[in-house]
């Protein structure tokens, strides 16, 4: 297995064509360094990670500040990693982000420790929209969301939520991650979107945080729309599962795919995440205004005072 430090530069673009064909793309006995990791990951695009939004925080490892350890295991002052072992429900990992709020459009999961009992899915939304009826695609796009934070967050019950000591404050460096944006009054995103890089539609669903919605621009119930993305999206057909195993990197396209996780069984289990853009292989993303920076850190200073 050829590593992917030593790809040339037309390996590496038929890599990325394969990610933004299928959503995600796996590279499997790797067996990297953080240092090589991240200077793979350099070479596809940004991986600075202390944008004002988030931040760095407990989780990041000082020599490497831009990856973030996943795992049950102490870091730094924190009881364990990033989300702990709690099961996770399907997110993107731009949050309460809506279209064009968010860079790091790939996310990397490094498996450095496997718990075979953990299972990772993929829910690819481009892969859905594509074989829907044309009623069905016009149906959802008119379809608009509001995007918040919610009580749960990703976590299956609130209990999980509380539990999770790696989300909170540690001596105030990881307040930025209390709030990176807040939508207000009848701000909205359109639920179907086009992706910079590959013109085609994608449906942008982030279930923990659909504040509100509407269609044909009238209020209707987040519950009912709800539902209605479930029963759409979360099919087998669409999803595809993971266990990771040692050497393992799996990066995702967050407009394409959502992921959810099982709970972690083992404390054997330690992945290092990346998150990064398309920027230094394929250029800059249309659809992202770097002014929205601003915007995120006015809207955290609120949310934090409340």
Not at 183 to 201: A, L, M, S
Not at 291 to 305: G, M
């Amino acid at each position: 297995m050829k590593k992917i430090t030593e790809y040339t530069d037309k390996e590496l673009r038929e890599a990325v064509d394969i990610l933004l064909d299928n959503g995600h793309v796996m590279f499997h006995e790797q067996y990297l360094t953080q240092d090589e990791l991240i200077e793979f990951c350099r070479r596809i695009g940004d991986t600075n990670d202390s944008n004002p939004s988030m931040g760095h925080m407990e989780f990041n490892p000082k020599d490497n500040p831009d990856l973030s350890i996943i795992t049950t295991q102490p870091v730094g002052k924190s009881p364990h990693g990033m989300f702990g072992p709690t099961d996770l429900v399907y997110h993107g990992d731009g949050g309460m982000c809506h279209f064009g709020e968010f860079k790091e459009l790939l996310t990397g999961l490094y498996c450095v420790g496997s718990c075979p009992d953990t299972v990772l899915s993929l829910l690819n939304t481009n892969k859905a929209f594509t074989e829907f009826s044309e009623e069905e695609k016009e149906y959802w796009r008119n379809v608009e969301t509001q995007l918040n934070m919610k009580e749960k967050g990703i976590y299956g019950t609130i209990e999980e939520k509380n539990r999770d000591g790696s989300m909170k404050a540690i001596d105030g460096a990881q307040e930025a991650y209390k709030c990176p944006i807040y939508h207000y009054g009848d701000e909205r995103q359109n639920v179907v979107n086009i992706h910079p890089y590959t013109g085609k539609e994608f449906m942008l669903w982030q279930p923990a945080f659909v504040d509100k919605a509407w269609y044909k621009g009238e209020p209707i119930s987040v519950d009912e729309i709800q539902d209605k993305f479930r029963k759409a999206l979360v099919r087998g057909k669409n999803i595809t599962d993971f266990v990771l195993r040692e050497g393992d990197f799996l990066i995702c396209d967050q407009y394409y795919t959502l992921h959810r996780r099982s709970w972690v069984q083992s404390s054997d289990r330690v992945i290092w995440r990346p998150a990064f853009d398309y920027s230094n292989i394929l250029g800059p993303d249309s659809a992202y205004n770097p002014s929205i920076e601003d915007k995120k850190y006015i809207s955290r200073q609120k949310a934090n005072k409340v």
